[in-house]
């Protein structure tokens, strides 16, 4: 099985890892079962590693890839006080507006219901968004209500930073024009986006670090400045 390398799409990667699972899972039929001495059938290697991709894809989904490759290569938990990185990128933030008002709307007027309303709409357009980001080489870094930060990073072999910064530029445009096209109305509300850029040398690190009575460790944020 074939690493993914750095600065692979996320995205992307899943697709290459689903790919993957479905020949494992293949070979590992085929090939039958391996006997650990269990008096049962064992896993076999292909079958691990499927197992630990899988996990992989979860994880993409709920922290940036940066983070997760780091922990891929030192095999070791994040250590939050001692932890940085600093990356040439580019940075996008993104959000949509009209949110606001529409959950004062919704919510007034239809309750819980209303705010199973606004969380569909929320993720329609903002998942489609993130999507369209991750697909192009995109690391969301973290999530601000119905506004996303994310970064394009340069990395060895790749585009530099002038192509990066381009390419989220025209991504920036592409979805602001998307959701201003659409025209997306609910409840007289009119959904439209915002978007601001930079680009240089990002450090990244845990901020926070106050631990509240109630819980057993201190709550932490990664973020690039």
């Not at 039958?32 to 991709?53: I, N, Q, R």
């Not at 070791?76 to 006080?81: A, L, S, T, Y």
């Not at 870094?141 to 025209?170: H, N, S």
């Amino acid at each position: 099985m074939q690493p993914i390398p750095e600065g692979f799409p996320p995205a992307a990667a899943e697709r290459q890892r689903e790919d993957e699972r479905g020949s494992t899972s293949a070979r590992g039929i085929a090939g039958g079962a391996a006997d650990d001495g269990s008096g049962g059938p064992g896993l076999t290697l292909e079958f691990a590693e499927t197992e630990a991709h899988s996990r992989l894809a979860v994880l993409a989904r709920l922290a940036p890839y940066r983070l997760i490759r780091h922990v891929i290569a030192s095999g070791e938990p994040i250590d939050h006080e001692s932890y940085f990185d600093r990356t040439c990128c580019a940075a996008l933030f993104i959000d949509i507006s009209g949110f606001s008002k529409m959950t004062e709307k919704l919510v007034n007027k239809n309750g819980l219901e209303g705010a199973e309303q606004l969380a569909r709409h929320l993720n329609i357009n903002l998942g489609r968004i993130v999507d369209r980001l991750t697909d192009c080489g995109a690391d969301v870094i973290k999530f601000a209500g119905d506004a996303a930060l994310c970064i394009f990073p340069v990395v060895e072999g790749g585009p530099d930073l002038a192509a990066q910064t381009l390419r989220a530029t025209q991504l920036s445009l592409e979805c602001i024009s998307t959701l201003e096209r659409e025209n997306y109305v609910v409840e007289g509300i009119r959904l439209t986006a915002h978007s601001g850029l930079g680009c240089g040398e990002a450090t990244g690190f845990f901020a926070g670090g106050a631990k509240p009575a109630h819980l057993a460790d201190a709550r932490t944020e990664y973020t690039p400045i």
